[in-house]
């Protein structure tokens, strides 16, 4: 997937600003506050209707607008161009339409105009709570299947019901009955779909392991292998069948209960599991280097467009923001290598960076 051109209108920073890009690596240069990374969250934005920073829609309309608008042009690696524009206004919503036409469920365009973005918050990758590291397989998966993004609302849905009714339970006994008659309904419900997420993400785990090391031959100068494992609150070895995993998640939901309905609340599923990354068997977060943890990070982003490209057959967009001001120059000399051939890029940096074969963009000239 290429984007050719980008047009932002009270986005962020920009009142109004006009961009167009090359095939392979492009460097957006600029002093900082000049609203280079507000650009690369635009073009987040369309691929992938939100902001890569975890901001909300109105915290990217321009202070004191009342909406704001990104239309893009888009090619895929087959050559067939569209348009995507994304409206939002704090009264309307956000509306996104496909060359003019409007789409009626945002969850489909995911997928469409597959996109990694890669900035220096990612070390909370490493070094943050599993909500990040969950973020980042759903992100993951969710552009390569859309049966498990479905799955992933309404895994949502029930633990919320479930959440509610074992609240209700704590508080008002005297209902009970009909309160459990609806709590096992949920539960049923709530079991299958978790089952179903958990048996993908394991999945996933196990076909990315190889992308990952992939990424760690080809960019990390450390000798050590990475791993990438699922971890739950039971146990799961490898080739389970997703049948399997219903019938452990299930036995191990039943001697939480009592527990559940103590606390008033969903104590297992796939919304409190974790990934766990190590290199040489050795816990990343607990053991590895400032150095280390950072290259990591930069592989697991190499290694999600890897494995995007495989699946859809199609080569994601890779935004990566200020990625540089943390690698000494031969570092982001290799990186760069290594991203020439990889399809599209867009790379910030505060300085302009002579390398060849790169299309450099001043923002300041499009200001
Ligand atoms: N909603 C908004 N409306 C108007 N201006 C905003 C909004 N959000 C952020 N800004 C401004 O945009 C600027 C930040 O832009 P951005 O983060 O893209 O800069 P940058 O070029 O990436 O800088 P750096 O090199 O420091 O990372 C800030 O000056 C900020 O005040
Ligand atoms: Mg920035």
Redesign the pocket.
Known sequence: MKLLSIHLQRF??HESLQLSLEGGANILY??????????LEAIYFVCLTKSFLGASDA?????DAADFEIDAEMQSDAGVQSSVRVYYSASEGKHIFINRSPLDQFSKIVGEYPCVAMSPQDIGLVQGSPQERRKFLDGAISQTNKAYLEDLFNYKRALTQRNKLLAELRLSPRAASELRASLEVWTEQFSLIAASLIARRIRFAEEFATHLKDAYARFSSFEEAPSIDYESDFSLEQGLSKEDILKRFEHKLRSVESEEQRRGQTLLGPHRDDIKFTVDGHSLKKFASQGQQKTFVICLKLAQQFYIRERLGETPIFLLD?VFSELDRDRAKDLISLLKPLGQSVI?T?GRKDFDGVNQLN?EALL
């Open positions: 962020r920073k600029g002093h900082n506050g000049a609203g280079k990374t507000n650009v915290d990217c309309l321009r202070f200020d910030t505060t923002i």
